[in-house]
């Protein structure tokens, strides 16, 4: 049996991307879900940073999870673990990070449609980045050539984002669906709510882990899941948890090494925006079957992709979460969230 510690980091070197784990971490969720020893030390270790440079993920995380001794990798992208896995890689997904999203793309008072997009300029986060890849989805499901009829600038990022729409210095942006219909009223159009084009979720980034530290130390693993599943609960309680996590972000941004994550204004800057982050009440991924088939629409799967069960290894997430709603002194919580699931529809 291992004797070391579970090590976990996510993949890339955003913000967001720290943020839940060290909920969990600074809420003592890992410790009281049992990752810890007999003397009370931690029997875990976060490695903050970022595992891969950004756009190599596919190509280079388990190396790096091994070099680096990680056993659990942060906010993968799905398509990744489908990639090493074919490859033979010993690499499955355990648990669902962002899952279903409240968002909404706008287009100016011009953009009626997707199709009346060639020839204009749509902004995003950053090139290669979830909403990159997305909307580039439903570009070409448009008609249109997401590499040549459109224009993408980058970095563009909340709140700016919908002053440069207003500006008319980019002609479509993601935003909050409460802005989207603000938005509307003064005569910009919707192009694409997510929550309707994904009713049953969108895994577009999922947690990891190497198959060895899930059958040699399952106990730690479940442990970890459970701490993360909490952190779920605790970041989307809101406006009860607000003051913590807001201050979390703006020192973890404070620390960032990038220029851009330090600028960047808060994701979850109000308690509106934090109970809408995409974090699954029960950690479960879904949606992997629409997401696939959507990457091999757009040339991406240049790989014989596995069976969805050959990915996922979903047995301790279930476990978790089932045992964390069951416990008397957290009904109370997972009621308040239940309440926000049922309103926002995720």
């Not at 839940?20 to 030390?41: I, Q, R, S, T, W």
């Not at 979903?314 to 957290?330: G, P, Y």
Request: proline content about 6%.
């Amino acid at each position: 049996m291992p004797t070391g510690k579970l090590r976990m980091a996510p993949a890339c070197y955003h913000v967001l991307h720290l943020v839940p784990v060290m909920v969990a971490h600074e809420m003592n969720f890992f410790y009281d879900e049992g990752l810890k020893d007999a003397e009370g030390n931690l029997a875990y270790e976060i490695a903050p940073g970022g595992l891969v440079p950004f756009g190599f993920e596919k190509a280079g995380l388990v190396k790096a999870m091994e070099e680096k001794g990680i056993d659990i990798a942060l906010d993968i992208l799905t398509p990744t673990v489908f990639f090493q896995r074919s490859r033979g890689a010993d690499l499955y997904i355990i648990a669902g990070w962002r899952n279903q999203s409240a968002h909404v793309w706008v287009g100016g008072p011009e953009v009626k449609s997707l199709r009346d997009l060639k020839g204009r300029r749509i902004g995003v986060i950053e090139i290669g980045g979830v909403t990159y890849r997305g909307i580039k989805t439903w570009v070409r499901k448009a008609g249109l050539d997401p590499d040549r009829d459109v224009e993408w600038i980058a970095p563009v990022y909340p709140p700016s984002n919908i002053d440069a729409l207003r500006k008319g210095a980019i002609h479509a942006v993601f935003v909050h669906s409460w802005q989207a219909e603000e938005l509307k009223r003064e005569g910009f159009n919707i192009l694409i709510s997510l929550k309707e084009q994904y009713p049953n979720g969108r895994p577009d980034r999922i947690i990891a882990a190497s198959g060895k530290t899930i059958e040699s130390r399952p106990d730690l693993v479940k442990g970890f899941l459970k701490g993360m599943i909490r952190a779920y609960w605790y970041m989307r309680d809101q406006p009860k948890n607000f003051e913590y996590v807001y201050n979390l972000e703006r020192r973890l941004r404070r620390q960032s090494p990038n220029a851009d994550e330090r600028r960047s204004k808060q994701i979850g800057g109000s308690p509106r925006q934090m109970e809408a982050m995409p974090f699954p009440i029960d950690g479960l991924p879904t949606g992997f079957e629409e997401l696939l088939e959507e990457e091999k629409e757009a040339g991406e799967l240049d790989f014989n992709v596995p069976d969805v069960k050959d990915v996922c290894d979903l047995n301790l997430v279930k476990e978790a979460f089932k045992e964390l709603k069951e416990r008397e002194e957290l009904k109370a919580e997972f009621e308040r969230v239940s309440a926000v699931v049922r309103r926002l529809g995720y």
